[in-house]
């Protein structure tokens, strides 16, 4: 009996540990998502900033290229997807349990940013 309750006190110690990782590996791809839409978003069209026509996000691929640098930067593979006014970031990365048995666990973070930009004048 002593071992089958030993037994119990172990998994039930094993789906604490290894949710409480999986959560905190699922926080840190929904941060990094995020975090790349935004620096996306960010992205200036240089040439009308130069020229004085106002600061606006470069909508033709720059944004999406700064969101894909980000996410090579961090060391994590994801999707970058420009939705018109919006970029879309989508990153999947593998949580490895600290008990074996559980296998590997997939994660995946979603982040977006609106890219707003000012007319120029």
């Known amino acids: 009996m002593v ?3 030993i037994i119990g006190i172990f998994a039930v110690l094993a789906l604490v540990v290894d949710g409480a990782g999986r959560l905190q590996a699922l926080a840190k791809a929904e941060g990094t998502a995020q975090e ?3 620096a996306g ?3 200036l069209d240089v040439g009308q900033a130069i020229q004085g026509q106002g600061f606006t996000v470069d909508t033709s691929g720059q944004a999406a290229a700064a969101a894909r640098a980000y996410l ?3 060391g994590v593979t994801g ?4 939705d018109g006014d919006h970029l879309d970031v989508t ?3 593998a949580y490895r349990p600290v008990f074996p048995f559980f296998g590997t666990w997939s994660v995946t973070g979603h982040g977006s940013a609106q ?3 000012q007319a120029g004048g």
């Open 3 to 5: 071992a089958v309750v």
């Open 36 to 38: 790349a839409a935004r």
């Open 41 to 43: 978003a960010q992205a």
């Open 72 to 74: 090579t930067q961090a």
């Open 79 to 82: 999707t970058v997807t420009p």
């Open 91 to 93: 990153v999947t990365a």
């Open 115 to 117: 890219l707003v930009y």
